[in-house]
């Protein structure tokens, strides 16, 4: 019994470890840092927030509220300065080869005067800024945002669109693994994390327009997105969620991508 508990538990910890987190996230010039769950330390001087450990929310549990901001996450009180313009980077402590999939960031208005004490992100609505999926149809299994992330040492550029308001706001930041989607016991797997931003310069009188969205509400595990075989080989491919809002970034081959091809890549900056 004991031999199969400890099997169970390394198998278990090998499984986490093989998932990577966020150990930082830069902005003009500024590190704020991450998170690391196995840490076990919890930070309210972070801006990204806290959760149990960087395991999946698989696709069978998109109605959970693990959905919006990882796994039983809770929220910080600290948040990070940005701009609208400003490149956020992410950096991911590691992330497998076989993990393919696509990348999708949203941010979400705090109301004013919100207390981050507890925060329910799931009460917010969400409007993505910024998508790469299916970057190339190329290789057996093609080539995605994932690859370019691993490409760039484990780093993801995300653009804060112009034209948006001042004021707090949570910045959801995730990547969708899709080597497991069409096994029905363990299906895709999404990594959301969420950081606290102050946007300040900008527009007066602005709000975020689009299709907003909740989390969760926002995926549904049939998705043509979320429930595909890419070991078949993948010529076109349809992002999960709503639309990029104007301003937003949006690479990807198949429906709502790209209109530029360059090469065998098709994307555009919506």
Same mark, same amino acid.
């Given at each position: 019994?004991? #031999?199969?508990?400890?099997?169970?538990?390394? /198998?278990? /910890?090998?499984?986490?470890?093989?998932?990577?987190?966020?150990?930082?996230?830069?902005?003009?010039?500024?590190?704020?840092?991450? !998170?690391?769950?196995?840490?076990?330390?919890?930070? !309210?001087?972070?801006?990204?927030?806290?959760?149990?450990?960087?395991?999946?929310? #698989?696709?069978?549990?998109?109605?959970?509220?693990?959905?919006?901001?990882?796994? %039983?996450?809770?929220?910080?009180?600290?948040?990070?300065?940005?701009?609208?313009?400003?490149?956020?980077?992410?950096?991911?402590?590691?992330?497998?080869?076989?993990?393919?999939?696509?990348?999708?960031?949203?941010?979400?208005?705090?109301? %004013?005067?919100?207390?981050?004490? !507890?925060?329910?992100?799931?009460?917010?609505?969400?409007?993505?800024?910024?998508?790469?999926?299916?970057?190339?149809?190329?290789? *057996?299994?093609?080539?995605?945002?994932?690859?370019?992330?691993?490409?760039?040492?484990?780093?993801?550029?995300? +653009?804060?669109?112009?034209?948006?308001?001042?004021?707090?706001?949570?910045?959801?930041?995730?990547?969708?693994?899709?080597? !497991?989607? *069409? %096994?029905?016991?363990?299906?895709?797997?999404?990594?959301? #994390?969420? /950081?606290?931003?102050?946007?300040?310069?900008?527009?007066?009188?602005? +709000?975020?327009?689009?299709?907003?969205?909740?989390?969760?509400?926002?995926?549904?595990?049939?998705?043509?997105?979320?429930?595909?075989?890419?070991?078949?080989?993948?010529?076109?491919?349809?992002?999960?969620?709503? *639309?990029?809002? /104007?301003?937003?970034?949006?690479?990807?081959?198949?429906?709502?991508?790209?209109?530029?091809?360059?090469?065998?890549?098709?994307?555009?900056?919506?």
């Amino acid at each position: 019994m004991k #031999v199969s508990i400890l099997l169970s538990f390394f /198998a278990g /910890a090998a499984y986490v470890s093989a998932h990577g987190f966020i150990t930082k996230i830069t902005v003009g010039g500024t590190t704020f840092p991450g !998170n690391n769950p196995s840490s076990g330390k919890k930070d !309210n001087a972070r801006i990204v927030w806290d959760y149990d450990n960087n395991g999946p929310v #698989v696709a069978s549990r998109l109605d959970n509220r693990d959905i919006a901001c990882s796994l %039983n996450s809770k929220s910080v009180g600290t948040f990070g300065k940005a701009k609208p313009g400003d490149e956020l980077t992410f950096f991911w402590s590691q992330w497998s080869e076989s993990h393919r999939g696509p990348t999708m960031t949203y941010m979400a208005a705090i109301p %004013n005067g919100e207390s981050m004490n !507890n925060f329910d992100p799931t009460k917010l609505t969400w409007y993505k800024i910024h998508q790469i999926g299916l970057t190339s149809p190329d290789g *057996p299994k093609g080539k995605w945002a994932s690859d370019e992330m691993i490409k760039a040492g484990r780093t993801m550029k995300v +653009k804060i669109p112009q034209g948006i308001p001042s004021g707090k706001y949570i910045i959801r930041h995730e990547f969708l693994a899709l080597h !497991n989607a *069409p %096994n029905p016991k363990k299906m895709a797997q999404f990594y959301p #994390v969420c /950081a606290n931003f102050e946007i300040t310069d900008g527009k007066a009188g602005a +709000k975020l327009e689009g299709t907003g969205v909740k989390f969760p509400g926002a995926y549904k595990a049939n998705d043509p997105g979320v429930l595909i075989d890419i070991h078949k080989g993948v010529k076109t491919y349809t992002i999960p969620g709503p *639309p990029v809002i /104007a301003g937003g970034t949006n690479e990807n081959i198949g429906p709502g991508g790209g209109k530029k091809i360059r090469g065998m890549e098709w994307r555009e900056n919506a």
